[in-house]
């Protein structure tokens, strides 16, 4: 599943295709993705041109020249490939996770441009696309939504205020998408290993050290991941078909049994299954 870094990484893909292009025709194959396309998609989006891509957490926002928006999430297995007409129709995968190449099946929605295509597919269908009128309405889906993971907004004070009192796990609070948006099982495992926190740790007993920690990671972790070009747990690439390379970085996530990291640790890193989620750790270094 695509995470914050992968998203934004797919995200700069498309801007520097589609930004002040106007959109030619919509094609929707299948309108049954996690909510049904709506009825007059195509319609309200043919004819309009995009003015800008921006990106919060997992979700990719396109901006329109009449000031409405779409909202596209690219759920477990979403891709987007972009076919260019002006290349002999040589096919580009933005965010690819599952294929290299464009696949036959589950193409569901086709967005022309002059000269390219974009295509989204997905086999699992729990991606969606969602219009919004206004700005305003757009802030309205976002507002029970937790500040960026990377944004000022994620700090000292918004999280010391967040975990007082509160019996939850700190690993659980992290993936809590109401408390910081943008933290998916992967990364959450990665920056409290760069804390020295353990998951399990409840929220109450967070020190004010470690809150300190909690917002200065939770930043360098994201902003390294993405700098990597994302994480190819499966087949990331982006349009320059070069795969990310982050999870060459990871210090936990996928390292059961490995040496921890730590200069001077002896311990071996550890998997349990925390709330059904794989959880990694080092047992000595996370306290
Ligand atoms: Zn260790």
């Not at 709506?38 to 003015?51: D, H």
């Not at 969602?130 to 309405?137: A, E, I, R, V």
């Amino acid at each position: 599943m695509p995470e914050l870094p992968e998203v934004e990484i797919v995200k700069r893909s498309l801007k520097n295709k589609v930004n002040h292009k106007k959109i030619k025709k919509i094609i929707i194959n299948n309108r049954n993705l996690r909510f049904k396309v709506q009825k007059n998609f195509a319609n309200i989006l043919e004819g309009r041109t995009v003015i800008d891509i921006l990106r919060f957490s997992k979700y990719i926002i396109l901006s329109f020249d009449d000031l409405s928006f779409c909202l596209i999430h690219l759920g477990m297995s979403g891709t987007i490939h972009l076919i260019d007409n002006k290349k002999n129709n040589k096919i580009t995968n933005l965010s690819f996770y599952h294929s290299k190449i464009l696949p036959k099946k589950h193409n569901h929605i086709k967005i022309k441009f002059p000269n390219f295509m974009i295509v989204y597919n997905d086999p699992r269908r729990f991606g969606f696309f969602k219009l919004f009128k206004n700005k305003k309405d757009l802030s309205k889906y976002f507002e029970k939504k937790g500040p960026e993971a990377i944004s000022t907004k994620f700090n000292y004070k918004y999280i010391k205020k967040k975990l007082t009192n509160k019996d939850k796990n700190i690993k659980n609070f992290l993936l809590d998408q109401n408390f910081v948006s943008g933290i998916g099982n992967i990364y959450a495992n990665e920056i409290l290993f760069y804390c020295k926190i353990s998951p399990f740790k409840l929220a109450k007993k967070i020190s004010n050290k470690d809150i300190f920690k909690i917002s200065k990671y939770s930043k360098q972790v994201l902003n390294l991941a993405i700098k990597y070009g994302g994480s190819s747990i499966r087949d990331f690439k982006n349009t320059k078909g070069t795969s990310g390379s982050f999870q060459n970085e990871f210090k936990v996530y996928g390292r059961e049994n490995k040496n921890c990291t730590t200069m001077n640790c002896r311990s071996k890193i550890s998997k349990i299954f925390l709330s059904n989620r794989s959880t990694f750790f080092c047992k000595l270094c996370q306290k």
